[in-house]
């Protein structure tokens, strides 16, 4: 009993921690393409495709490289916002990250 009540209080005073959160590329999609994260969180983009290579270029001026398929690319978020990207050979793919405080 004790030790269960000591538990619950380290848990809750310890710092909430960064996430890591997944997006992934296919069929000329990013899924999911509009992803809530909070700031200091880490989104990963993965491409799935077989053939196509995609990347994830930034309106703020951040851009990945050239993700061939199985490459991945991460970008971690600090400062709350609103961040529309899309893929630069393929225009009609869009995706944003709101950062929450
Ligand atoms: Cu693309």
């Given at each position: 009993?004790?030790?269960?009540?000591?538990?619950?209080?380290?848990?809750a005073s310890l710092p909430a921690t960064a996430a890591e959160?997944?997006?992934r590329i296919?069929?000329?999609?990013?899924?999911?393409?509009?992803?809530?994260?909070?700031?200091?969180?880490?989104?990963?983009?993965t491409n799935a495709e077989k053939r196509t290579s995609h990347d994830v270029i930034f309106e703020d001026g951040e851009r990945s490289v050239r993700l061939l398929p199985d490459d991945?690319?991460?970008?971690?978020?600090?400062?709350?916002?609103?961040?529309p990207y899309h893929?630069?050979?393929?225009?009609?793919?869009?995706g944003e990250v709101v950062v929450e405080p």
């Amino acid at each position: 009993m004790r030790r269960i009540a000591l538990s619950a209080l380290l848990f809750a005073s310890l710092p909430a921690t960064a996430a890591e959160v997944a997006v992934r590329i296919d069929k000329s999609a990013f899924d999911p393409a509009r992803i809530t994260v909070k700031a200091g969180d880490t989104v990963t983009w993965t491409n799935a495709e077989k053939r196509t290579s995609h990347d994830v270029i930034f309106e703020d001026g951040e851009r990945s490289v050239r993700l061939l398929p199985d490459d991945a690319w991460s970008r971690t978020f600090a400062t709350p916002g609103r961040y529309p990207y899309h893929c630069e050979p393929h225009p009609h793919m869009k995706g944003e990250v709101v950062v929450e405080p």
